[in-house]
Nanobody, 122 residues
Framework: QVQLVESGGGLVQAGGSLRLSCRVSTQTFDSYDLGWFRRTPGKEREFVAT????????YYTDSVKGRFTVFRDNRKDTVYLQMDSLLPEDTAIYYC???????????????WGQGTQVTVSS
């Protein structure tokens, strides 16, 4: 059973930064590609960023390019999302997900965390 646990969410002012972490409980962490998604009330889960198994390939949704950075530490079985220059519209519950294949589609990921709330005040 693969389990994902996010942490690092919170309340921050616009322009500030947060770093989300997602620890993945598995003995084969470096076989998974990982993604970050977010959801706001009344909306579908939205793709944010993805990183391949080695960390050598990343992809971002346009609205976060240049502000967010996804990276992973395969020694710690953890993926991170560094969020800088945060905007009020970044407010959401953020989820990490694990699967095989670098993809922006939520349905392609096999395992999900419980989510962590990020709130950006104006």
């Amino acid at each position: 059973q693969v389990q994902l646990v996010e942490s690092g969410g919170g309340l921050v002012q616009a322009g500030g930064s947060l770093r989300l972490s997602c620890r993945v409980s598995t003995q084969t962490f470096d076989s998974y590609d990982l993604g970050w998604f977010r959801r706001t009330p009344g909306k579908e889960r939205e793709f944010v960023a993805t990183i391949n198994w080695s960390g050598g390939s990343t992809y971002y949704t346009d609205s976060v390019k240049g502000r967010f950075t996804v990276f992973r530490d395969n020694r710690k079985d953890t993926v991170y999302l560094q969020m800088d220059s945060l905007l009020p519209e970044d407010t959401a519950i953020y989820y990490c997900a694990a699967g095989v294949g670098v993809t922006t589609r939520a349905s392609d990921y096999d395992y999900w965390g419980q989510g962590t709330q990020v709130t950006v005040s104006s």
